[in-house]
T-cell receptor, first 117, second 113 residues
């Protein structure tokens, strides 16, 4: 298994441009999410999905859109890039457990380092 | 929603010493507490986790303790080695359909040879 694959690894954008960060997982995990990581701020949840066709907002959703048309893919779209969106973006997936083990560990991708000029 | 506080933000130890990182959480319904290690430029990776029906869990040099009454949990690393140098994140989540982990802000552990 490749696990969680993110593309691209690095990207530089100009203010106002749009782009899509790709995330794919081959573990048949139901739960997928996007985080941004900024110095001293930890991992902040942008959007998440508990299955195909279902998405919801996290802590910092403004300026980002997501969709989940398949179990495998969960792209993150920046609508109009702003310098405040300069960050490292991580996609993660996890299976949905059952009973007392409902919550399972997150499997992270390698991240996308995004700079907005 | 859940709030997770993590301390300290930076921890510097000598090789061979023990290191302890502490986290507190606010939601009494949280029942799953994982710890992740992130080396410089790498992805976060799970190192150990604990569920609310267990008070302590060990895996070689690392251990996690949970005090549900006080709503805090801690990561203990014994006999630290330079390769333990990394950023460590705690997280808390609740089952019942939300499946949303809340992360602490991270602790940068530096182990001096």
């Amino acid at each position: 298994n490749a696990g969680v694959t993110q593309t691209p690894k690095f990207q530089v954008l100009k203010t106002g441009q749009s782009m899509t960060l790709q995330c794919a997982q081959d573990m048949n995990h139901e739960y997928m999410s996007w985080y941004r990581q900024d110095p001293g701020m930890g991992l902040r949840l942008i959007h998440y999905s508990v299955g195909a066709g279902i998405t919801d907002q996290g802590e910092v959703p403004n300026g980002y859109n997501v969709s989940r048309s398949t179990t495998e893919d969960f792209p993150l779209r920046l609508l109009s890039a702003a310098p405040s969106q300069t960050s490292v973006y991580f996609c993660a997936s996890s299976p949905l457990g059952t009973g007392v083990s409902r919550d399972q560990p997150q499997h992270f991708g390698d991240g996308t380092r995004l700079s907005i000029l | 929603g859940e709030n997770v506080e993590q301390h300290p933000s930076t921890l510097s130890v000598q090789e061979g010493d023990s290191a302890v990182i502490k986290c507190t959480y606010s939601d009494s319904a949280s029942n799953y507490f994982p710890w992740y290690k992130q080396e410089l430029g790498k992805r976060p990776q799970l190192i150990i986790d604990i569920r609310s029906n267990v008070g302590e869990k060990k895996d070689q040099r690392i251990a996690v303790t949970l005090n549900k009454t006080a709503k805090h949990f801690s990561l203990h690393i014994t006999e630290t080695q330079p390769e333990d140098s990394a950023v460590y994140f705690c997280a808390a989540s609740r089952g019942g359909g939300s499946y949303i982990p809340t992360f602490g802000r991270g602790t940068s552990l530096i182990v001096h040879p």
